[in-house]
């Protein structure tokens, strides 16, 4: 005989963590519920495009690794990555000038996303001082912000972060441990950081003793101009952590990413992912590494480059010929996103929310990327990665008229 115990209409109050208390859903994955609709296009998305993924060449070494190996994608790992994958990194990234064998060490993370969030764990204390380019990625400031940091961010130009500025940050503010960076092809904005810059900010991290986290999901991704140097490259004192992924390159359902930085700071962010998840997808690993050693590295990246810079052309050309010319724009270099911005004297959230509302286009408004809750912005974030080209056709005129019907 069951015994039913008689429910209770009392919910009790849950009292959560000062770290968490104040976080909130990432305004991006809010405003993509409204993709949910059919009719909506999306260029708030930040996906890679579909076209993009090697599917066939994954299939086959998947099914490879499967039958011959299947062991070593099944089972447990180390903490550090897969020892092929890393080997590999540590080569590549000496080439690129992003690893020194004297002092760095490397470590596989689950995307950059937690390379970014281990950055913070290991060096930081519940306030101190963390700067970081204004507006930035969500996601990595929802991962400073878990740690109760204060979190303080340095207006940008068009070659990056004012220097000006920066430096009375850092004569200001307590603390400062760490400056985080986006310097190619930035989320949200789409800038690219210059040479003299990336050269003066280290410059910078000398003087006032700080760690430069260099973040470089979109590095290969450069469809016009010149390649710059990384900041890690100079780095002569181990003052810079580097942060990249695959999931650009290769597959951002793997969710591998990973460091170079100082080994003792890779020493504690082991430690600490020991206690978080234990190792990365080890299975997405070593696809990874076979892929990365078997393949025509620079091919794949030049069709991922021409797809990009096909979509980001088209894109622009409607920005370029149909929208109201009250909105500037960034025009990238590379990466994934587009950056307008509208009147001062405009709302931008109505904007954005009579898009997606009346005219079926999402697009992320600005104030997704500020740094504090009160900072005011103008500025919309579009995507080019994720629609095909017909979705930027259609969206893009739909958009280009919303602004002169509501601007001109």
């Known amino acids: 005989m069951c015994n039913f115990r008689k429910v209770s209409l009392y919910i009790m109050e849950y009292k959560f963590s000062d770290k968490v208390n104040g976080l909130k859903a990432s305004a991006i994955r809010e405003i993509l519920k409204f993709t949910a609709d059919p009719e909506v296009i999306s260029f708030a998305a930040g996906n890679p495009a579909p076209e993009a993924f090697p599917k066939e060449r994954i299939a086959e070494i998947s099914a490879d690794l499967l039958k011959n190996d299947p ?60 700067l970081c380019e204004s507006p930035s990625f969500i996601g990595s400031l929802n991962a400073f912000r878990s740690y109760n940091v204060n979190l303080v961010g340095v207006d940008m130009e068009d070659d990056g972060i004012d220097l000006e500025k920066l430096e009375n940050a850092l004569k200001t503010e307590k603390n400062v ?6 310097p190619n092809f930035q989320n949200p904005t789409g800038r690219t950081m210059s040479l ?38 100079m780095d002569t004192e181990g003052r810079v952590i580097y ?49 990365m050693t078997t393949v025509d590295r620079e091919a794949h990246f ?78 919309f974030r579009l995507n080019y990665s994720t629609p095909t080209n017909e979705q930027i056709k259609k969206g893009m005129e739909i958009l280009a008229k919303m602004t002169r019907d509501m601007l001109d």
């Open 71 to 130: 062991i070593l994608a099944l089972q447990y790992s180390v903490t550090e990555g897969y020892t092929p994958l890393r080997d590999f990194l540590k080569g590549w990234m000496t080439e690129k000038g992003c690893f020194h064998k004297e002092f760095d060490e490397l470590i596989i993370t689950s995307g950059g996303q937690q390379a970014n969030e281990l950055s913070c764990k290991v060096l930081l204390n519940e306030g101190d001082t963390l």
């Open 177 to 182: 441990k760490i400056l985080y960076l986006i």
């Open 243 to 291: 942060s990249s992924t695959f999931s650009k390159l290769i597959s951002s359902g793997f969710r591998t990413g990973y460091v170079s930085a100082p080994a003792p700071i890779v020493q504690k962010m082991i430690v600490c992912k020991q206690v978080s998840d234990v190792h990365s997808n080890i299975w997405a690993q070593v696809v990874s590494h076979r892929f």
């Open 302 to 379: 030049n069709k991922l480059r021409d797809i990009y810079r096909e979509k980001c052309g088209l894109m622009c050309s409607y920005i370029d010929e149909g929208f109201s010319k009250k909105i500037s724009y960034i025009r990238p270099e590379g990466g994934l996103f587009i950056w307008c911005t509208l009147p001062d004297d405009f709302d931008m959230n109505a904007f954005c929310t009579k898009a997606v509302q009346e005219y079926k286009i999402a697009v992320v408004p600005g104030n997704s990327f500020n740094i504090k809750e009160n900072d005011v912005s103008h500025s």
């Open 196 to 233: 003299e810059k990336r050269k003066a900010v280290y410059e910078l991290a000398c003087k006032y003793d700080f760690i430069i986290l260099e973040d470089d999901p979109y590095g290969e991704l450069r469809f016009a101009g010149k390649n710059v140097p990384t900041i890690k490259s």
